[in-house]
């Protein structure tokens, strides 16, 4: 209890010295105010807390951007998936369809639009695996421990944050 009120005084005493030296700047002999110095100061504060202000605002509202085009994106990229897996799958014999050429120039001009709005996918095989980035569904045994041999979902980055982890499978080692 004692060590309580000690510290207490302490710290009390700390904001009666810092108090007084702040108004001897602004005291003359006299001991009258040097309104000049004083509204000085005050402008600084203000003017230090605005620019606080607007970079608090401008990283919040980057923030916002980013939440809202994630909304939307995510429900995206899905259809895109689809796009990839139908273009992968068609058999050689059907790819010289019109039905297949319409397929792969709406999945091109849905990357490009997706690259316009700074979405890009990020490759993950053969690298190690990153919490940051990866999900990890399921392991498998081979050579090496931790690296990614196969990937179920990609995954994207939009602003250079993560939109959308990979859903990745992983060698566990021998």
């Not at 608090?56 to 916002?64: A, G, L, N, Q, T």
């Not at 792969?104 to 979405?119: I, N, R, Y």
Request: charge should be negative; proline fraction near 3%.
């Amino acid at each position: 209890m004692a060590k309580h009120k000690d510290k207490e005084n302490l710290e009390e005493q700390e904001i009666i010295e810092e108090a007084q030296e702040e108004l001897e700047e602004i005291v003359d002999e006299n001991w009258e105010i040097d309104e000049e110095k004083l509204y000085k100061e005050k402008y600084i504060k203000l003017q230090a807390d605005f620019e606080n202000f607007k970079a608090r605002v401008e990283r919040e509202k980057s923030d916002m951007i980013f939440f809202l085009k994630q909304d939307i994106l995510l429900k995206v990229l899905p259809r895109l998936d689809d796009l990839e897996r139908m273009i992968k799958n068609t058999p050689k014999e059907e790819r010289k369809w019109a039905l297949y050429e319409g397929l792969v120039t709406l999945e091109k001009k849905l990357k490009s639009d997706l690259e316009k709005m700074w979405v890009k996918p990020f490759k993950s095989c053969w690298k190690e695996v990153d919490p940051e980035k990866h999900e990890v569904m399921t392991t498998v045994p081979g050579k090496k421990e931790n690296i990614i041999c196969d990937e179920f979902e990609k995954g994207y980055e939009l602003d250079w944050r993560i939109l959308r982890h990979a859903k990745v499978v992983v060698w566990a080692g021998e």
